[in-house]
Nanobody
Framework: VQLQASGGGLVQTGDSLRLSCAASGRMSSNYVMGWFRQAPGKEREFVAAVRRSAGYTYYADSVKGRFTISRDNAKNTVFLRMNSLKPEDTAVYYC???????????????????WGQGTLVTVSS
């Protein structure tokens, strides 16, 4: 599986942005696709994830209520809609994918086998 992320950019506080992650290759029905981010000088952190078949979603507390992850299985694409953006959301956002990820590992970067290139999101104050 290969992942291609897109949609980053420069926005102002309170603006919205939608990231996309297009997957190519064969994926199992229980495949999980997620978003992580890494701000300068900080560790990579979990943002959101979705199970490809069942559609279960998972969010970091810092983005709950503001970000929405969704998927279009027909297009093998996952979206991250980001509303009410804050300067602290500034980071490089990475999409990731993996199979056989149990729920207790959803937020762990080590659980994901495939990573796309990052897309930079900059939120100005």
């Amino acid at each position: 599986v290969q992942l291609q992320a897109s949609g980053g950019g420069l926005v102002q506080t309170g603006d919205s942005l939608r990231l996309s992650c297009a997957a190519s290759g064969r994926m199992s029905s229980n495949y999980v696709m997620g978003w992580f981010r890494q701000a300068p000088g900080k560790e990579r952190e979990f943002v959101a994830a979705v199970r490809r078949s069942a559609g279960y979603t998972y969010y970091a507390d810092s983005v709950k209520g503001r970000f929405t992850i969704s998927r279009d299985n027909a297009k093998n694409t996952v979206f991250l809609r980001m509303n009410s953006l804050k300067p602290e959301d500034t980071a490089v956002y990475y999409c990731a994918g993996g199979s056989t990820i149990i729920v207790t590992s959803i937020m762990s970067a080590n659980a994901y086998q495939t990573w796309g290139q990052g897309t930079l999101v900059t939120v100005s104050s």
